[in-house]
């Protein structure tokens, strides 16, 4: 079945540019999502269909989908962003139609 | 406000079955494929299965194929997840889950409930 592959941990200082990349055969292809999981919560949507945020997420968190990747990208990093994050894709004409990315650990220095 | 409340999970020895259900509530229930996802301690998301509006659609992950059985009650606006012949591996905090859009982004999460697969 499908693989997403993510770095597993990413470390950023405050105010900087966490970027959170997802890679795939032929993602670009595909329709990828992001959720962040914080330390015994529920996972929540951050970015829909490779760039659209939720309402109520704001708008520091972006999301693309080109070449051989996705990458989430989180501006101006506060303490708060610390969690886990997860991509994953969804494909119908398979068995196997929903993948998850194995995580990233967002760390804040 | 949408709400999706788990319940149903508990210890279980191997090879035990249990069921586990979803209660939704605050949207059209019947309008949503609907999932379920788990998270075993310390690791990361594993979906676990799909089911379409109607119930006429359903998908399993490869690790839980053949073994658990999910089903949807739109009148009732449940979702439940028969498992049986449990492993130790399946211990795990099971997630309700609505998927929204062409796409299936996973929009609402339950709190989970615990599933311990133990003697």
């Known amino acids: 079945s499908y693989v997403l592959t993510q770095p597993p941990s990413v470390s950023v200082a405050p105010g900087q540019t966490a970027r959170i990349s997802c890679g795939g055969d032929?993602?670009?292809?595909?329709?990828v999502h992001w959720y962040q999981q914080r330390p015994g919560q529920a996972p929540v949507l951050v970015i829909y269909d490779d760039s659209d945020r939720p309402s109520g997420i704001p708008e520091r968190f972006s999301g693309s989908n080109s070449g051989n990747r996705a990458t989430l990208t989180i501006s101006r990093v506060v303490a708060g962003d610390e969690a886990d994050y997860f991509c994953?894709?969804?494909?119908?004409?398979?068995?196997?139609?929903?993948?998850f990315g194995g995580g990233t650990k967002l760390t804040v220095l | 406000e949408v709400q999706l409340e788990e319940s149903g999970g508990g210890l279980v020895q191997p090879g035990g079955s249990l069921r586990l259900s979803c209660a939704a509530a605050g949207f059209d229930f019947d309008t949503y494929w609907m999932s379920w996802v788990r998270q075993a301690p310390g690791k990361g998301l594993e979906w676990v299965a799909n089911?379409?509006?109607?119930?006429?659609?359903?998908y399993y992950g490869d690790s839980v194929k053949g073994r658990v059985t999910v089903s949807r009650d739109n009148a009732k606006k449940s979702l439940d997840l028969q498992m049986k012949s449990l492993r130790v591996e399946d211990t795990a905090v099971y997630y309700c889950?609505?998927?929204?859009?062409?796409?299936?982004?996973?929009?609402?999460w339950g709190q989970g409930t615990l599933v311990t697969v133990s003697s």
């Open positions: 994953q894709v969804w494909d119908r004409n398979t068995d196997h139609p929903v993948v």
């Open positions: 032929g993602i670009v292809s595909k329709t």
């Open positions: 889950v609505r998927g929204s859009g062409s796409y299936l982004g996973f929009d609402h």
């Open positions: 089911i379409k509006q109607d119930g006429s659609e359903k």
